[in-house]
Structures are given as structure tokens and as C-alpha cells.
């Protein structure tokens, strides 16, 4: 059974929930220490994260790059607009693939459930349209690997 | 992918709520534009608007049956979408299990300083 689920809501938001075996100060610092954050926000297998900036702070900026070793990259930059350690993170993010996608406003909260945390992402995107462009394709290179799976099973 | 299925179009034929209500009734089974239109406050060539909208898609068949054009749901294009968002779930899924890696990791390296102490 998969810990996470991924849904639509309304016309222009998507929420993700986790839940994970550690506190929640632990999980928050997983998203805002830039060394932490290097090792798992990878998407699929090959790909780095050789740039990883952070700024965590109300207004700060953030930057992340990646790289699959195979002269293919993107990055994501972004600005913080409120950080509520360690329960709460607010900030908009765009993707340039090589133009920048539309903002993507995220409130990321860390909620502690028994000795663990419950990880609500709440996505909310300008319109119907955008979120239906991230659905259908700003997610594609997360899925490479899956295809390949996929293709293994068959 | 199927073949009927046009995933942009897909997405974008979901963001509206009313297309999204015409899915759920034709869910229960088929229907005519007519018996569609019931529940709305809007006019059949509305509704036959949206309905086109979510044939493109590939979400929604129709069939002839003498005047009328009884739409369904087309399952395969809903079970491709089902499969698309499953894949989607599996992907931010692998982030997340490096994730539990990388707090296991902090959980143990607390634990190893406790000893020390």
C-alpha cells in the first residue's frame, strides 16, 4: 500500500499527502537544508542535483538544477514566502524547460501525526489550463523511469 | 498509450466542474444528451458543447440508436488517465523513499551523538 496520495481539487489545485517515520522537525529540515534536500529530490533514476540553493528565510530565493550525466538538464527557481519552522512552508516556484512555466504557489505543512509527520503539499496553480499543462506534461521527466519499468514488465 | 486518448486534452477537459459532473452521471451508465442536460441549468447545444469536448478527449463514446446518440463513459481513455495519475503518484513516490532514507539517516546520527554523551 502506497503511503501517498495525489489528487486534484477544485479547478486549479493539486494535494499531495505523505506520511513519514520521523518528527516533523526533521522532515522540515529535509526541505530547507540544501545538503538534506540534494539527496532525495532526484525524480528519476541518473539524475542529479548539482546546484541547490536555498535562502530559507520570508523572501529568500531558491534555486535547484539537474543534471541526468547525459547532457540533459532543467532548473527550478523560486522565492519563500513565509517559513514557519517547523510546520509550515510557503512558496511559489517555476520551471523553465527553457521558458519559465507559469508560478506554481505551494504551501508545504508538517504535521505531527504519533511519532511521525503527515506531509500536506497543496499546489495551486493559476488556472485550470496551467495545472492541466503540469498534469499532462510538466511531470513527464519524473516518469521517464516508470516507463522504462513499465516497459520491463511487459 | 491508448489510442483514443488525448492526454492534454484530457486534463483540460477535466478542469471544468460541469464536464466533471457530465463524467460522474455517465459513471452510473449511459445517457442522452436530453437526460444530461436535466440536472444543469443549461441549454442541450450547452451541454453538447462540453459533451463534444470530452469526446475529443477520448473520455466519452457515443452509439446510434435510431434518433438518438446515447453517450457512455469510454472506459479505456478513463483507465488510461487512471494508469497516467498512478504513474505520476509512483514517480513523486521515489523522491519520497530516498526521503525516508535521509531521515532514517538523521534519526541514527541523533541516536549515535545520545551516545556519546
Redesign the interface.
Known amino acids: 500500500m502506497s503511503k501517498l496520495t495525489l489528487k486534484t481539487e477544485g479547478d486549479t489545485q493539486v494535494v499531495v499527502t505523505r506520511r513519514f517515520a520521523a518528527p516533523p522537525e526533521a522532515v522540515y529540515r529535509a526541505h530547507t537544508d540544501p545538503t538534506l534536500v540534494q539527496k532525495w529530490l532526484l525524480g528519476p533514476e541518473g539524475w542529479t542535483m548539482p546546484v541547490c540553493l536555498i535562502e530559507a528565510r520570508p523572501g529568500g530565493r531558491f534555486r535547484y538544477e539537474w543534471k541526468n550525466g547525459k547532457g540533459r538538464g532543467f532548473h527550478i527557481t523560486g522565492e519563500y514566502l513565509e517559513l514557519e519552522p517547523y510546520s509550515r512552508i510557503v512558496h511559489v516556484e517555476r520551471m523553465y524547460l527553457p521558458d519559465p512555466t507559469p508560478d506554481n504557489h505551494i504551501e508545504t505543512r508538517f504535521d505531527a501525526d504519533g511519532t511521525g509527520t503527515l506531509m500536506t503539499m497543496r499546489m495551486t496553480l493559476p488556472d485550470a489550463q496551467t495545472r492541466a499543462a503540469m498534469l499532462a506534461t510538466g511531470m513527464e521527466r519524473g516518469m521517464e523511469a516508470s516507463y522504462a519499468r513499465l516497459e520491463g514488465m511487459i | 498509450m491508448n489510442e483514443g486518448l488525448n492526454?492534454?486534452a484530457?486534463?483540460?477537459a477535466?478542469?471544468?466542474?460541469t464536464r466533471r459532473a457530465i463524467l460522474a452521471r455517465l459513471a452510473k451508465g449511459e445517457a442522452t444528451v436530453m437526460e444530461l442536460a436535466e440536472p444543469f441549468e443549461m441549454t442541450q447545444p450547452a451541454i453538447s458543447q462540453h459533451l463534444k469536448v470530452l469526446e475529443d478527449a477520448g473520455l466519452v463514446a457515443r452509439r446510434v440508436e435510431g434518433t438518438k446518440r446515447p453517450r457512455r463513459l469510454a472506459k479505456a481513455g478513463v483507465e488510461a488517465m487512471d494508469q497516467?495519475?498512478a504513474?505520476?503518484?509512483?514517480?513523486?513516490?521515489?523522491?519520497?523513499e530516498?526521503?525516508?532514507?535521509?531521515?532514517?539517516g538523521?534519526?541514527q546520527a541523533k541516536t549515535k551523538r545520545g551516545e556519546k554523551r
Do not use: Q
Not at chain 2, 87 to 96: G, H, I, S, T
Open positions: 492526454l492534454d484530457a486534463f483540460s477535466l478542469a471544468d466542474p497516467w495519475l504513474m505520476l503518484r509512483k514517480a513523486l513516490e521515489r523522491n519520497y530516498r526521503l525516508d532514507e535521509v531521515l532514517a538523521l534519526e
